[in-house]
């Protein structure tokens, strides 16, 4: 049974990310004034924090499996330091196809010094809303990982969500190894968003 200071914990995750939601639905001028009130109160009540997301590919081995894994993504309004956090695994939109997503694991963000092995290559800092994400195979090559060794630096405002549970088989899966601050954060998400069945049922392996 889920006890009431996880309820507590849960709502107020809900009511950060609908306020920030809604104010970036404002600044686009999607919604009104009048609108921002009741889209704040309509995500905390009906919306969900999480959904499923199917990633495929062995840039992400050993947390996701090579043959694929469901994973349960916590959604993010608006990426910025203060809501995704180095050691975070995070679901962005590839630089290649917007329409597409990636599962990387963010290693560096704005103001981080970024130091290459190769002596050729100038050190230099990540700006403002910039990040550096890569994969968790060390096994790859810059090219076949498709991560910033790659791409170079993405926006911070690319990134959709963070990985808070993986399910590889249905004997397989636990929560993702994140930041120690986001796995604090994402507790009670985790602890009241979390069907393991349902995951299971939207497994394509």
Request: charged share 25%; with cysteine; hydrophobic share 40%.
């Amino acid at each position: 049974m889920v006890s009431l200071s996880t309820w507590f914990r849960y709502i107020a995750r809900k009511l950060e990310y609908s306020v920030s939601l809604s104010w970036k639905s404002y600044k686009r001028g999607q919604i009104s004034d009048w609108e921002v009130h009741d889209a704040v109160w309509k995500n905390v009540f009906q919306g969900k924090l999480t959904y499923l997301h199917w990633n495929k590919g062995e840039a992400m081995a050993p947390t996701i499996g090579a043959q694929g894994g469901t994973l349960l993504v916590r959604k993010i309004a608006a990426a910025d330091p203060t809501r995704v956090f180095v050691g975070d695994v995070v679901v962005l939109k590839d630089p290649d196809s917007s329409d597409n997503y990636l599962v990387r694991r963010l290693a560096a963000i704005e103001g981080y010094e970024m130091v290459s092995t190769n002596e050729k290559d100038e050190p230099f800092v990540l700006e403002k809303d910039q990040c550096w994400v890569l994969a968790d195979n060390e096994k790859l090559k810059p090219k076949e990982a498709k991560d910033s060794r790659f791409y170079g630096p993405v926006p911070m405002t690319d990134i959709v969500g963070r990985v808070i549970y993986c399910l590889r088989t249905a004997v397989d899966h636990g929560p993702v190894q994140n930041s120690h601050f986001s796995m604090r954060q994402d507790s009670p998400v985790l602890e009241i968003e979390l069907d393991v069945d349902e995951m299971a049922k939207n497994h394509k392996a």
